[in-house]
């Protein structure tokens, strides 16, 4: 549509042009002593307008001609600009592929060409790193950031992540430790330093990255949960040779992170070291606030151990409990050594005897689901 738009306006502009040259009946004189000639005012226009044409034409090809050797070179320059990235893609693919022989070497042809030095150098060093070639690994960091200072943070990121990864945890922290000197931690950074403070043991660096990660919602709420204790149950267990080290660690522990295991353990440790009082208020405090999915039966069991103190208020306080589990049998057994301790000699056999009845009945459950087991698969 728009071609044949394009041919009715030249034809209207042909038939537009012929009517003027009918119409303009004019001449020009040119004289050049002893010369005179006399043309159309027509052939005078159509002859000044094909001589700006050959003209322009002549002036068109000598400049190409003379522009001709820039041409090439820029040319040359573009297809080796464009060879160099295509080798740059293909380190990274072959990277990812994990073929990190041939990775290395496209890498380096891209340094060695210019094409985006500091990240050519970055993935070199990780295939030098899968390949277990340390000193091409470390020589291809140090270029990464010579070649390219606005990699540093990339290249100290790259290094932490490959020290971690051959559990040299110490390195990874120093450099996580130059990169928040200069751009601060992000969340990457918080996750690479976990990893190494869980290499190195430094389980109160673990609690406080646990809880920043958890503040940015960066972690999984079962992956903070286990974190945090598996790092409470190193803690209590270094500090199980200092009473006073375990009592104020224990104080300090934040009721929300007061777990099922590290609950379980701190209740061992402080037995251990006779602190029942401090037992008796962690363990009070647990089940107090556990409900049906997260009773613990056998830190209940640990509340009948419990020896000094107001043992009439632990009774009262387990009664409590057992209406709300009456078919706990760590539980029973917990009140008949309480009631056994205060001479109570009629509840603590009531207690023993009700204790031995569910773990009977519990057992014999168990063992008729398994031996049903083997029936059903045989019909």
Known sequence: MRGLFWLLVLAALAVAVAL?????????????????AEVSLNLLLLVIFAGFCVFYF??????LTLGMPARVSYW?????????????????????????GQALKRAGEASAAGTAPGLSALIAARAAQRMRESGKQQGWLARAMIDDPKTEAATLMLEAEMANEDRRFAD????LARLQGKQGRHIAALRLELRARQGIGDWEGVLKLVRQLAKRDALAPEVVRELRAHAHLANIAARTASPEALKTYLRQLPPEELGQRVALAAARALVAQGADDLAQQLIETRLD?????????ELAAWYGRLSGGDQTAR???????????????QLLLALGRMCRRQRLWGKARTYLEASLSVAKTARSTSGAGASAGPARTGR
């Open 76 to 100: 040359r320059a573009r297809r080796e600009k464009e060879k160099a990235a295509q080798v740059f893609q293909d380190a990274v693919r072959l990277l990812f592929e994990g073929r990190f």
């Open 172 to 175: 990874a922290l120093a450099a």
């Open 315 to 329: 009774i009262a306080r387990a009664d409590g409990w057992l209406r709300q589990h009456p078919m706990d049998a």
């Open 58 to 63: 002549l002036l068109r090809s000598l400049a």
């Open 20 to 36: 003027g040259a009918r119409l303009n009946d004019g001449y020009v004189l040119l004289v050049l002593s002893p010369w005179r």
């Open 289 to 297: 606030a556990a409900g049906q999915d997260d009773w613990q039966s």
